[in-house]
């Protein structure tokens, strides 16, 4: 049997980012398991100066995002890093015992993936545990509406 103790989000404060905390929380509660939210800063070129500062205000963005229910029921906690977004949500994952990350699936083109793939991408083929991809709801649709072979499929 498969169990889900503890589960993790990783948030970039994206309009995504409210759908999959939704999700999380979901399914926390659904599974007794806690809530671990992580954001993760990316390395600053031009002002490594300001990562501390940057850090600081990304914690306290994502302890915002958290009511007493998520605190006491889920057990949630918050992290926040600086480093590579797919890598340190993986070492989050493996360092942690994470049973489920639960994550978004931002879409913004084929130029765009090619040149700098994707961070759920790399989660879903690195991670040491299983992965939930959610997408924004209304990007899906309009993706739908964009591509003939979809449009067709769902009108048939």
Do not use: W
């Amino acid at each position: 049997m498969i169990t889900v103790n503890k589960i993790l989000v990783p948030i970039d404060f994206s309009e995504t980012s409210k759908r999959v905390l939704d999700f999380g929380r979901m399914l926390a509660d659904a599974c007794g398991a806690s809530l671990h939210l992580l954001h993760v800063i990316g390395f600053s070129l031009t002002k490594p100066e300001g990562e501390a500062q940057e850090r600081h205000d990304a914690c306290n963005r994502l302890e915002a995002l958290l009511d007493r229910t998520d605190l006491k029921r889920l057990r949630a906690t918050t992290s926040c890093l600086v480093g590579t977004p797919a890598v340190d949500i993986v070492r989050y994952a493996a360092d942690n015992a994470i049973d489920l990350i639960v994550m978004g699936a931002h879409s913004h083109g084929p130029t765009f993936q090619m040149v700098t793939g994707s961070v759920a991408e790399d989660v879903i083929r690195l991670a040491p545990c299983a992965v939930l991809a959610v997408k924004n709801v209304e990007t899906a649709r309009q993706e739908t509406a964009l591509d003939p072979v979809a449009t067709a499929t769902t009108q048939s």
